[in-house]
């Protein structure tokens, strides 16, 4: 990606009274990375490519909605330079501040409005969401339409269409947000549930029924809030409770196998050599040779 970035400015796009630009194209290999002076909203209609936003790329495909803050550089490219064949086809809504301080008059929610000032104050990194409703194109579509050819009206059905893309896509990040901190509370319940029963044989499907969650989702969160599988998680944390009672007890090493989960004393020794390095033995030793 080429590093300079062109601003476009706001007098080459909003030549009317309303502050909105609204329009429906094919993008290409020719316009350059850019920043603007305005909040885009992007709606990926057809096709596959790229979004190159910031310092990331992102695969786009159809049924997806950019919410791009004032100053941040971006720019989307088709999948292939046949782009007769394969276009990519995005919905852009411009709007720049003084049209931002009208839908804050309009807009009665302070969340929504302060959303509105951190995207023209470039506050809030970029937003990413899939319309899986299709609700965003639909307003993405009647924007176009509308602002295609104007008609006695079109001002406050532009203007009510902006709110409502404004306040769908908010909804979706609220709803993200909440959806993240209940994620993250239940699996923190499971990750206690871990520590408090770490000496039994637990299997996923046990997981299950204290979480509510499919074992494939449970996976997943696993990879997410720890960085490692289920299984890995497992043993790490069983080692590492191993290591606690090599350190503070005088307990044989086949009673603190078994106290960490382990049936069998060779898995036990050749897990614990593969995670720490050392024996069980050898770590104690160590341990207790240090000043």
């Known amino acids: 990606m080429n590093p300079t970035v062109q601003l476009f400015k706001s007098e080459s796009f909003f030549q009317n009274n309303l502050k909105l630009f609204v329009n429906r194209c094919s993008e290409d290999f020719v316009v350059p990375f850019h920043a603007h002076e305005f909040v885009e909203y992007s709606y990926v209609a057809e096709g596959k490519g790229f979004h190159h936003i910031g310092e990331d790329i992102i695969p786009v495909h159809k049924g ?7 100053g ?14 394969h276009p990519l086809i995005i919905y852009n809504c411009l709007f720049n501040s003084e049209l931002i301080h009208t839908l804050s008059i309009m807009i009665q929610e302070a969340e929504i ?3 509105l000032t951190d995207l023209e104050k470039n ?3 970029y937003v990413s969401i899939l319309d899986y409703s299709q609700r965003m ?6 924007l176009y339409r509308e602002s295609a050819i104007p008609r006695i009206g079109s001002s406050t059905i532009l203007y009510t ?8 896509t908010y909804r979706h990040i609220y709803q993200a947000t909440c959806n993240e901190k209940e994620n993250t509370t239940d699996m923190e319940h499971i990750l206690h549930y871990l520590d408090q029963h770490v000496n039994e044989r637990i299997r996923l499907s046990e997981l299950v ?3 509510g969650w499919s074992e494939r989702h449970i996976g997943r969160m696993f990879v997410t809030h720890t960085g490692r599988t289920f299984g890995a998680y497992l043993q790490h944390l069983r080692i590492q409770k191993s290591c606690e009672l090599l350190k503070n007890s005088q307990h044989k090493i086949s009673f603190i196998a078994e106290l960490v989960g382990y049936r069998d004393v060779d898995s036990f020794y050749a897990v614990f050599k593969r995670i720490t390095g050392e024996t069980p033995q050898g770590y104690r030793r160590n341990f207790r040779a240090e000043p």
């Open 123 to 125: 506050q809030i990194p």
């Open 161 to 168: 269409l902006v709110s409502q893309l404004v306040v769908t």
């Open 137 to 142: 194109e639909e307003l993405m579509v009647k």
């Open 64 to 70: 997806m909605l950019f919410v791009n803050p004032v």
């Open 209 to 211: 029924n204290i979480s």
């Open 113 to 115: 409005r302060n959303h």
């Open 72 to 85: 941040v550089p971006h720019v989307f490219r088709p999948a292939t330079a046949n782009v007769s064949e």
